[in-house]
């Protein structure tokens, strides 16, 4: 159980980096460029997706960080309830982080193939840092997703352990 737990931490503090290094990668990325004598600056901001992205990643990142601290501060899980409650917030948490993460890609393909029936212009043409640091941003957070499906099988398993497997949803007699 003390090796769960370690791998727990472990799991917690990469995803906290990544989701926060995610967020600075698109929260710091803009490139501004000459184009026939207009200045014109392309920031997270002209792509809705990756705002939002923005957001979730610092939502969750809190998240993980208060996971670790009442792991740090001793306050132990003793009930079913607050695992319940751990084991459905980091699933919640997954999900969110993988959906705004595929949104953020599907929004990036359009800036990076254009669509002439929306007269959207092929942004990576122009701004190819730009592309290339919200392409990595992209991966970094599924990437963190990854790890956040495994630290939800971690949840499950310490959560479902209390349970018994002969009896529905009764707990193992002690």
Known sequence: MVRLRETEVILRLCIVFLLI?????IGLDSQTKDIAYI???????????????LYINAVVAAYNIVQLGFGWYGVAQKNSNSKWLSYLLDQ?????????ASAAAQHSLLVVTGSKELQW??????????????????????IAAVLMIILSFISSFSLFRLYSPKR???????
């Open 92 to 100: 919640t948490a997954v999900y969110v982080v993988f959906a705004g």
């Open 21 to 25: 290094l995610t967020s600075i990668l």
């Open 168 to 174: 529905y949803f009764q707990f193992k007699s002690s």
């Open 121 to 142: 212009m092929k942004w990576c043409y122009k701004f190819t840092r730009f592309c290339f640091q919200i392409g990595s941003a992209i991966i970094l957070n599924y």
């Open 39 to 53: 200045h014109k600056k392309v920031t997270f901001r002209y792509l809705f997706a990756l705002e939002v992205e």
